[in-house]
């Protein structure tokens, strides 16, 4: 997808998309879903459900730079103190960005995302475009 249903970045989520989109994709047991259009990674660990939940990941970090998420100028009391977006683990102000509870991790970083799927396991890699490494990766098994 291109438009994010879940994203803290310059677009943020889009509740129309989470409404119309999120029973289809419960009730079709999706894994993961990918989206771009805010620039940076994040990921996010959705369950609504007795189902296993689904992931969301805003992947787009190609183009024309990353979202400046940090600037306070720009973004007020919504700026965030750093250019990695583990919003679970804070306190950070969750009225600022609807989804943000369900936050697992983000980075404002170029990445890319791998999937592998084995079976009736997927593992979702994320990995920093620029050396390499591995940003986060997620297991899931249905």
Request: glycine share 8%; aromatic share 14%; with cysteine.
């Amino acid at each position: 997808m291109h438009v994010p249903m879940y994203s803290t970045g310059d677009y943020g989520s889009n509740i129309e998309l989470v409404n119309q989109l999120e029973p289809i994709f419960e009730e079709n047991n999706v894994n993961a879903v990918f989206y771009g259009h805010d620039h940076h990674f994040e990921s996010f660990y959705v369950n609504h459900t007795s189902a296993q939940g689904i992931y969301y990941f805003v992947i787009g970090t190609d183009g024309a730079g990353t979202d400046d998420l940090i600037d306070k100028n720009k973004r007020g009391d919504c700026a965030l103190s750093s250019t990695t977006l583990n919003i679970s683990n804070t306190e950070y102000n969750y009225n600022c960005f609807y989804g943000s509870e369900f936050q697992i991790y983000g980075e404002m970083n170029y990445a890319y995302i791998k999937v592998n799927v084995l079976g009736n396991q997927a593992t979702f890699s994320v990995i920093r475009s620029a050396d390499g490494s591995e940003i986060i990766k997620f297991t899931q098994t249905k």
